[in-house]
């Protein structure tokens, strides 16, 4: 049964490059391919949550300028609807040139995110329909909006998953809201230096299920007061870029259906699996299973 997702957050425009090599001062580098697409993390999530079967609305900026015809391509492509807090605006959104190196599947990212077009709970779109939503995801790029749709989720029973990338201020106005924290391991509370203070301090704000992942490394999670790790598919890395987005969006989906810990496994599965291709899109073109 399809479920429904709000996902809320920063929408940008990825140019992304795949080379053999980060080019030296000066030097200019031919690509071996390159995509086109919508980016960032509520929005890969998001893209990733519809593409596993589900109703999804993405809330952030986009606005009129004319590049946003791209974003808003690439996510009817895959089924997204668009919320625009800022539906008049005619600035150009955040745009992301990324080079992913060919024999790493690292990559390098200039972008500006999301602090420039801040946008108060008071532009929230009277229609994005929570009282319909299963699920709701918040990335801390639209923080505002962000804690306000927090509390009304939280009013209405509705679980609310953390994109916990990096952080940023204003999410301790959240936390408390949140059911499912799901962090990177550059994710640093104030005052937290490792991995088993950053669980701490998330745990203190009375979150139930907490999950740190490590790239390669297993991840670390405490559910209900009861700790482990699950280990992480060891693959021959494409391309990194977007896994933790596309972990995001999978998590969503896996956790309507199955428990924590089992969520977190199959979520795994489908991030390495994306990190096997070029892009954050492409996998889904090579998948013959999706969910």
């Given at each position: 049964m399809a479920r429904k997702g709000l996902f809320v957050g920063m929408v940008t425009l990825d140019?992304?490059?795949?080379?053999?090599?980060?080019?030296?001062?000066?030097?200019?580098?031919?690509?071996?391919?390159y995509t086109v697409t919508a980016g960032g993390p509520a929005t890969n999530a998001a893209v990733t949550f519809s593409y596993l079967g589900n109703q999804t609305t993405l809330l952030g900026v986009v606005g009129t300028h004319p590049i946003t015809y791209l974003i808003r391509g690439d996510l009817e492509n895959?089924?997204?609807?668009?919320?625009?807090?800022?539906?008049t605006t005619t600035e150009p959104p955040p745009v992301s040139s990324i080079i992913v190196t060919e024999t790493t599947g690292d990559r390098a990212v200039i972008s500006i995110n999301a602090t420039r077009i801040q946008i108060s709970a008071e532009q929230l779109p009277t229609t994005i329909g929570l009282d319909v939503v299963d699920l709701v995801m918040?990335?801390?790029?639209?923080m505002l909006v962000g804690f306000a749709i927090a509390q009304i989720a939280k009013n209405n029973n509705i679980p609310i998953v953390i994109d916990g990338g990096s952080w940023k201020p204003g999410f301790e106005e959240i936390l408390p809201f949140v059911d499912y924290a799901i962090c990177s391991a550059n994710f640093y509370p104030p005052g937290c230096t490792t991995?088993?203070?950053?669980?701490?301090?998330?745990a203190a704000m009375g979150i139930p299920h907490i999950a740190i992942?490590?790239?390669?490394?297993p991840i670390q999670y405490l559910s209900d007061g009861v700790s482990g790790e699950l280990p992480v598919p060891q693959i021959n890395?494409?391309?990194t870029m977007g896994a933790g987005d596309i972990f995001h969006g999978a998590f969503c989906h896996y956790i309507l259906e199955q428990n924590f810990t089992d969520a977190l496994n199959a979520a795994t599965?489908?991030?390495?699996?994306?990190?096997?291709?070029?892009?954050?899109?492409?996998?889904?073109e090579n998948d013959s299973n999706p969910g």
């Open positions: 140019l992304v490059y795949l080379t053999e090599k980060l080019p030296d001062n000066n030097q200019k580098t031919v690509a071996s391919d895959y089924g997204v609807t668009v919320a625009d807090l800022a539906p918040i990335d801390g790029h639209q991995c088993e203070e950053v669980i701490a301090y998330l992942t490590q790239g390669e490394k890395a494409v391309d599965k489908i991030a390495s699996r994306s990190c096997e291709f070029f892009g954050t899109r492409r996998w889904m």
